[in-house]
């Protein structure tokens, strides 16, 4: 499991903003064992969605990778059909956003409006 206490302050954040850019809070895990912070539905797609805040900008792919490695290892390490999606959400110093499909090989930027 990560190191540290769990960023609860940027966990709240991120359920706001997520019911803001329109997706369904489907559960809200208080389970601190478990590797993702809470679930959302986007029309029909689940993800299970984990949260990271950064002391610094820096949110290329290879930094994220980077500085989010063991987040991203646990994310992939969830026993989870093909239809669950897993995602990191990144919140930087200066509180803005940044989301991460994680992948089995790789992670890829997401959008963060719905279209």
Known sequence: MTRGCKPV???GEAKRKAQAWGF???AVVADTRLPFDFVINDRGCISLVRV???KYAQYC???IQRLCAQEIAELRQIPAPGEIFRELWVRGPDRTWHRYLVLRDSIEPLENERR
Request: charged share 25%; glycine share 0%.
């Open 9 to 11: 302050v940027a966990i």
């Open 52 to 54: 990271r805040r950064l």
């Open 24 to 26: 369904m809070l489907i």
């Open 61 to 63: 792919t290879a930094e």
